[in-house]
Every structure is written in C-alpha cells, then in structure tokens.
C-alpha cells in the first residue's frame, strides 16, 4: 500500500476530504452560526466571515430571551442541569449495580447469571417503548413519573448492559490466580474484589462508566415519556426550546453547542475505549 | 508445625474423575513431590487442599484439623502458581508483603520481607512491578510471597515450568534447602521426572486421578508398581516386550525376539503368572559386537546423542525395536550394523500383562 | 450463595423489565384506550388481525424497512469505505478517525435539529448550497418527496461513524500474512479485497450490520425531533407510530400490538445479532 501509484494517492486524498467535510462540516456550521445574530444568520448569501456575538449564549446563561414579542423565560440552563444530574446519578447507579454483578458473572458460571446478562442484553435492542410505555402507566401508579429517581431507574436500561457486559469482559481477563493468591495471602473474597479484582479491572470500569454517560446523555425517548418540563435533560430542552423561541435561530445554535459539548470532550478523553464501549466488550480498539 | 492428611479424597467435575480415593500423607519439613502427566489431577488436587474448590468426598487435614470447608484465608497455606500470579498493580516488594500484612505491621514486615528476599535473591528488584521482572525474578517472588507467611502447608504448582532451563537447573538445587527451612509440609507438582526426583524426599505418582505409588525416588524409578509408572520415569523411556516367563531347571528365562533371555530369580512367582511385560530400562542395556547365548542379535538403525550419552535405535530380528543408552566413553558403532544386546537379570522387570501391575509386589490395591 | 447475592440489583433491575414487557404483551391483546376505560377488555388477537386490513400498518411497515435497508446499506458501504482509507494507522489516520467519531458522540436527537437549521428553507446553508445547483425551493424534510432523503442523510451522517470505527478496528487485528503474501505473489488488489480482506472482516461486517439493523428498525429520536413522523405519515415508522398511537389517540392496546410485532422482528434479528457478537467477543478475549 505504500507503494501505491499518484493517481491512488491523489484519489485517496480527495475522499478522504470530502468524508471529512461531510462529517465535521455541521458541527462547524453550528458552532458558526452559536456566534452570529439572527440578522446575520438570515443573511444570503451566507458569510464565512462575520463579527462574533457572545449574545445568544448571554441569552441562555441568563435564562432571559429578548424577542419582539417580550420576555421569554428561557429553563435552558435547568435542562442542561437536569442532563448532568440524570446521568451522573444514572452511571453511579448502574456501577454500583452493575460492577458486582459484572464480578459475580465473571467468576461463577451460573444458570441464574447467564440468564441476567442475556435478558439485560437482548432489551439492549428491543424497542424502548415497550418497556417505557406500560412503565409510564405503572409509574403514575407508583408516584414515579416525573422524579429524578424515575429516570434515573429507567436510565438503568442503557447503562447496565454496557456496564455489565464491558466489566465482565475485564474481569474475565483477570487471571482467578491472582485472586487465589491475595486470598490464600490471608485476605476474605471481599478484600480479593476491591484491592485485587476492582483496581485490575480499573480502565475497563472507568472506560464503561464514560460511556453509559455519554449514551445517558444522549438519551431522547426516556425523558420525553418520562419527564415534564422541569426534569427534561438537554435532548427533550433543546426540542422544547425550538418550538418555543420559533425564529431565535443564534440561541437554537448555541443551545446545540452545549448541549453536545460534554459528550464530545468525553468522548474525545475517552477515545481509546470508544470501540470496545460501541460493541459492547466485543471489539478491542 | 503440623503435617498434612488426605483421606480418601475424591472429585469429579462431571464425568471425569479428577480425583479418586486420594489418601497421603506429608509430614512438616518434608517435601513431597505429586508427579503425573498433564490432565491427571495434580493441579485439582492442589486447588482442593487451597480451597479453590471442594472434595466431593474424604477429608483434608492439616494438623489434625479439617480445612474442608473453610475459606483459603484460614487454611494456613501457602501456594506458588505455574503461572506466577503476581500482583500486576503492586510492586515486588507489596506482592511480597501481601501475603503478612494481616499478621504483621511496620518494622517487622519491612525485616522479614528483606530477610526472604535476601534469601531468595530479589533485593535489588524489590521495588520493581511485575512486569518489569523476568520470569525468574517473577517466580522467585511469588515463591517469596508463598513461604514468607511461614504456613504450615506450602503447595508449588509446577513452579519451575515458566522459567528457562538454566534457571530451572539452579533451582532445582536450591530448592530443597530453602523448603526445608521453613520445615513446612511441601507438596510439590511437577511433569518432569527429573526435577520430582531431584527435589522430593518421596514422590506421589498421579494417574487419571489414582496415586497409583507413593515412595522414594529411587525406589520409584527402580522398583517401579506398574507399566505405567516405569514409562513415566528415565528419558529414554523404559524398553519392554511381550513375553511369558517359565522355569527350566530352576531358571527363570523368558523368550524376546527368538533368544531365551535369563531372569532374577527374586521374580521366581512370575513363573506360573502367564503373560507378562518384560522391561528393562535403556541404561541396563549392554550392547557388545560378540554373540553369546543370551544375547539378543539386533541392528542397530539410528544413533542420537542425548545429553553426556548416545542413544542407539535398535532393531529385533522380530521387528521390534529397543532403545539403549551408551556411556561416553564406550566404542561407538555406526547406524546399520550388527550387535548382541544383553542385560543383567535383575535389570528385568515384570509386569503383569492385563493390570499392568508389577509382579512379584504385593498387590496393595487391585486396579479396576 | 455469594454469586446469587452480587447479582441481586441487577435482577431487580431485569424484573423491572420484564414487568413492562409481559405488561405490554398482555395490553396487546386488550381493547384499552385510556380515554375510554370502560370498554377495557380481552380480545384476544383482534389488534393484531385488525393491522392485517389497515393500509396505516403497512404503510408503517413499509417505511420502516425501507428507512432500514436504506440507513444499513449506505452506511456500510460508507464505513467500509471510510475504514479502508483510514487503515493504516498513522498518526495523521487516527486522528481522522476520532474526529469522524463526533457526529456518533452527539445525541440523534440533537443532530436532527442541527439539520434542520441546516436545511430551513428562509437561510439554511444546505438550501442556499442546492439552490447555487440550481433546485430552488428544495424543501428537504418538509416535503413528502424529499423526507425520507433528509433523515436518512441525517441517519448516515450519524451512525456511518459507528460501522466505520468497527471495521477500522477490524481491518486493523486482521493478520498480516495472507496480505504479505498476495503481496509477495503480486496478486490484483481487487482479488485481495474479495477473497481476502472482505471474508476475513466479514464477522466485524455481519455484527456492525446487525447492530445498524437492529437500532435502526427502532429508529424514533431523528425521526420524532426532524418531522414528527410526517409530513403525513410519509416516516411513520413503528415506534413513532406506536408513540402517537399511545399518547395522541391514546389507544394503549394498538400501540402495545404495534410494538410486540416490532420486538418479534427484533428479537429474531438479535439472537442472530448475539451469536455473532459472543464470537467476536470470544476473539477479544482471546480464547476463540
């Protein structure tokens, strides 16, 4: 391949741009226009260059759009608060949850096991309104739509399997030896879990930990069935936002930009794990 | 310090039996070896008596008490892995302080951990992680991690197996010494016969799950109980015929390849015992160039050297073919010619055809 | 004792599961409108039969599987394409590779919206970029014959990373003998591509396929956030339908028929999905 001729090398470079437009070309766009006013957003032709505004992002700091029409209370930053809050408390969960079961499969292979792991994944794909549906029926039954904790419960959904299926992985990498050895050492199996297995297992649990995180984050369908205006995460806020501001273009802008600013910078620290996470354990970058 | 006492342990993981009936005995300060070929249950044994898993049935002893069913933190036991096992996360020095930290605090850890070290010859890589050791200082740690607890009970699985071969010469001189201080009941597992031999005061011969004999070394390899364990033990492998000894005038003689070949008389109850294998092993052999009444005419079709010896393929006039192993020093022939092979009687050893036990011992247990 | 008892939450995290799901099944089979709830009642499988006579569930269907064939194909063939541009890893290659990796690290939902500000009609630069082209009043997601175009455009730009990144990570644990010798052989590239590279990566292809397949048959959130399933019912596809079904005619039992036949089609597809994954997952282990 490193002998290829000009012509596969010129053609090589070409596509490799052109994806690269494609694909960064919105991101940038958006972030533009986060900078822009409204008058120089509906301006045509477009222009590349244009004198940046810290408006629209005041607007939303502030909560306060100023429209023609008046006042318009903006909940923007409680939305974004929401994302944060749902799915760190999400993550935390599911490891706690999720990090001795992970052990527990790991370890012992048992029917009971094997029958978790596999029911937790095949609902990793079936359609989440089956779930959520009857679950929102049961939960105003229950007093339980509309709380952090709802939410968070059901965020259990994406965030388990990962955890579960990736963290099994790193322990099954573990030699039992190593285990052995701390116990017969002197140490009870608790002590093997959190100084021998834990710590070894570390970069898998962190690297599952970021990425439930990020797919929380990201998460639309749950909040939208779950959550009213004032738990709405970011996903759901940015949605809402739109209908309600109509033509405040600049603030829909940067409303994206922050809305996706923290997946992206942890999906960027966390590149390295990004792979295995997106196949569930399957596939090692 | 307290010795260690199976009875009568046995296990079974499905239908294969890795464990059958196992009764043994190891007394403080002795080291027995547990040697087999791969699969025969030496390794499930070790993990039964750590507590990685349970007996089916029987009991373990240590001291007189039963550690059946008692976690592996409170066995008293100590155990170096094949594989080392080593802490990736922590440093030498912690891999081998782990294994007091329970029991000791402060200066008399740091003490004793220096002291085993020094011992073991790991000073000046105690601060070292594991994957900055080399197989040698890997295994010298773990066997550091294993003795400095002084448990009563020390199990090595296969310890030398990682480690290249010059090293597992040194250490298999200095083992025994350094067991021996800690006058712990040393139960060793090994595939090489050799390092059995050379390290354990007596050796437990595993097959398929059956201590098929425990006794000294030399014992073993002289007086072996069956077919199977003679196989096992001498590299060339013991040579062994067909044949079926009867008297003729208050001679023991049996019949290989054509030639009437004399017997020990001690072997005189083989007489009416009907078939049976002939073994002898390659080093009893003499092979000369003149014929003589009992020696058995071959051609000899290859010559290896083998370590400080030659080792001769020969071949029976009957087609069966014979490993002797020469001496240095004797006159060396060439491929393709014609010898005479002969044998002291007592270098002949018989076992019985259909149990593969050895005639002429008393049958302590009839195989299956 | 110690397994069953570290598997505890987890169970109770798959019994909360499970309830729902046999909830659902059981409203299947039910006549049950919330805004009606004392015709509640057992029918059996008439919701399902009654699908059979309705041109909305076909039309459904329909969509559904041409929205997912659509997504899987392109972005494979764009993965695979991207994968093996990408496939020497250099410094410069890695890069690349991360920065693709973005648009699949932002919320669909919000990537939808991202396309709408591109594709509005009074200032997006997508139109103002069609429109140099030549097509003037290009309505993108607004017009029933161009829909379907703009969520799959927004679906490949999204998800195309994620087969790329899977392939890229095959291609890269592939060994290197068989290459080195068709090198050696001076064997045509094209020849190398189809009897060695393609049967080789095929387990990474089937399983990335799969993975698509499966989230992409479900598709809701660039659907909901960019059309709401219209213009019309021009991207009604399952879980929009079973959405509106449920909260705007509040008919609980259709919407519940709707998604059982959805998770049947899903589920044959993830046992094959699964035994495909557990082999790769047995590679990356390594004892496969």
């Known amino acids: 391949m490193d002998h290829s001729s000009l012509a596969g090398r010129i053609f ?53 759009l100023r429209t023609t029409a008046g006042n318009l209370e903006i909940p923007f930053m409680r939305n974004l608060m929401n994302s944060f809050v749902l799915s760190s408390a999400a993550v935390l969960l599911a490891l706690l949850l999720g990090v001795p079961a992970a ?99 570390g970069p898998g649990i ?19 069935i779950l959550a009213s205006a004032d738990k709405q995460p970011v996903t759901v806020g940015a949605l809402a936002f739109v209908t309600a501001s109509g033509i405040q273009y600049g603030q829909i802008a940067a409303a994206i930009v922050l809305s996706v600013t923290p997946t992206l910078l942890l999906a960027l620290y966390a590149q390295r794990y990004l792979v295995e996470g997106l196949s569930l354990g399957a596939v090692k970058g | 310090m307290a010795r260690l006492e199976l009875n009568s342990v046995g296990k079974a993981f499905g239908a294969v039996r890795c464990a ?25 044994l070790l993990r039964m008596i750590a507590g990685m898993f349970e007996p089916d049935d029987g009991d373990i002893l240590v001291g007189g008490r039963s550690i059946v069913g008692a976690p592996p933190e409170r066995r008293g036991i100590g155990m170096a892995f094949q594989n080392f096992a080593l802490f990736p996360h922590m440093s030498a020095q912690d891999n081998i302080a782990s294994g007091l930290r329970a029991k000791a605090k402060g200066g008399e850890l740091t003490s004793r951990v220096t002291s085993i070290s020094r011992l073991l010859k790991i000073e000046h890589v105690l601060g070292h992680m594991p994957r900055e050791l080399s197989n040698g200082q890997k295994q010298r740690t773990a066997l550091a991690r294993a003795l400095i607890g002084n448990p009563e009970v020390l199990l090595l699985d296969d310890p030398l197996r ?13 083992l025994p010494s350094l067991l021996r201080r800690s006058s712990a009941a040393v139960l060793y597992v090994t595939q090489d016969y050799r390092e059995a031999m050379a390290i354990a005061d007596r050796i437990a011969v595993l097959i398929e799950g059956r201590l098929v004999q425990v006794a000294r070394p030399e014992e073993i390899y002289a007086r072996p109980a069956s077919v199977a364990v003679a196989r096992l033990f001498g590299d060339p492998s013991i040579n062994l015929a067909e044949v079926t000894p009867h008297t003729k005038q208050a001679d023991l003689t049996a019949e290989i390849a054509g030639t009437k070949v004399r017997l020990d008389p001690v ?28 020696a058995i005419p071959a051609r000899i079709v290859a010559i290896t050297p083998m370590h400080e010896r ?59 | 004792m110690l397994p069953y008892l570290l598997s505890l939450p987890a169970l109770l995290v798959c019994i909360a599961i499970l309830v729902p799901f046999v909830t659902a099944a059981v409203y299947s089979l039910q006549r049950y ?98 429109s140099l082209l030549g097509v003037h009043d290009f309505k993108w997601a607004s017009d029933p014959s161009s829909a379907l175009f703009t969520v799959v455009l927004v679906d490949v730009w999204v998800y195309t990373p994620f087969i790329m990144i899977l392939l890229l990570a095959g291609l890269r644990s592939l060994p290197r003998q068989p290459f080195e010798a068709a090198a050696l052989d001076g064997v045509p590239a094209s020849f190398v591509f189809f009897r060695i590279t393609l049967p080789m990566l095929a387990p990474y292809i089937i399983t990335a396929s799969l993975f698509r397949l499966l989230d992409s048959i479900q598709q809701f959130d660039i659907i909901y956030a960019m059309t709401q399933g219209g213009p019309g019912d021009r991207l009604m596809v399952f879980q929009v339908q079973a959405y509106l079904e449920f909260f705007q005619y509040t008919n609980v039992g259709r919407s519940a028929a709707l998604l059982m036949i959805l998770w049947l089609i899903t589920n044959i597809l993830s046992n094959i999905f699964i035994k495909n994954w557990l082999r790769l997952r047995a590679r990356a282990h390594g004892h496969g």
């Open chain 2, 267 to 294: 072997d005189q109850q083989a007489a009416d015992h009907g078939p049976c294998w002939l073994g002898v092993r390659p080093d009893d052999l003499v092979v000369t160039r003149t014929a003589s009444e009992d």
């Open chain 1, 206 to 224: 962190a690297a599952a930990g970021l990425l439930s995180f990020i797919f929380c984050w990201n998460n639309f369908v749950f909040a939208l």
């Open chain 3, 33 to 130: 409108r919330l805004n009606l709830p004392y015709l509640r009642g057992f029918i059996g499988v008439d919701n399902y039969i009654d699908f059979l006579s309705d041109p909305a569930f076909w039309n459904t269907l329909r969509i559904s599987l041409v929205y997912t064939a659509l997504t899987v194909v392109l972005e494979l063939l764009l993965g695979l394409g991207i994968a093996l541009l990408l496939r020497r890893p250099t410094r410069f290659h890695n890069a690349v590779s991360i920065v693709l990796l973005l648009p699949l690290m932002t919320a669909p939902a919000i990537a939808a919206l991202m396309w709408k500000l591109m594709t509005n009609p009074s200032f997006g630069i997508l139109s103002y970029l069609v």
């Open chain 1, 12 to 64: 090589r470079g070409v596509a490799l741009a052109l994806v690269l437009v494609f694909f960064m070309f919105p991101i940038v766009w958006i972030l533009m226009m986060s900078f822009q006013t409204n008058e120089q957003i509906l301006r045509i032709p477009p222009h590349i260059l244009f004198e940046p505004t810290l408006s629209n992002y005041q607007a939303l700091i502030s909560g306060q």
């Open chain 2, 162 to 174: 990682n480690v290249d071969a010059k090293l597992r010469y040194e250490m298999r001189l200095e």
């Open chain 2, 310 to 368: 030659a080792v001769l393929l020969l071949r029976f006039a009957d087609g069966s073919e014979w490993l002797a192993a020469l001496p240095p020093d004797s006159p060396m022939a060439s491929a393709d010619d014609g010898v005479f092979v002969r044998f002291a009687p007592e270098a002949a050893l018989l076992f019985d055809r259909a149990t593969g036990l050895r005639v002429g011992l008393p049958h302590r247990r009839q195989a299956a």
């Open chain 1, 103 to 201: 052990y527990a499969f790991a370890r012992f292979k048992f029917r009971l096991g094997e029958s978790i792991a596999f029911t937790l994944l095949s609902f990793r794909f079936a359609p989440p309104l089956l779930v959520l549906l009857p679950l929102s029926l049961y939960y105003q039954q229950l007093g339980l739509s509309d709380t952090y904790f709802g939410i968070v419960w059901v965020y259990q959904l994406i965030a388990l399997p990962l955890i579960l299926w990736i963290v099994r992985g790193y322990f099954e990498d573990i030699s039992p030896d190593i285990e052995h050895a701390y116990r017969l050492a002197g140490h009870s199996w608790r002590e093997a879990f959190t100084r021998i297995a834990v710590p070894l297992a």
């Open chain 2, 20 to 44: 059958d009936d196992l009764s043994l005995v190891v007394e403080p300060g002795e080291i027995v070896a547990v040697f087999g070929p791969s699969g025969s249950g030496k390794t499930v």
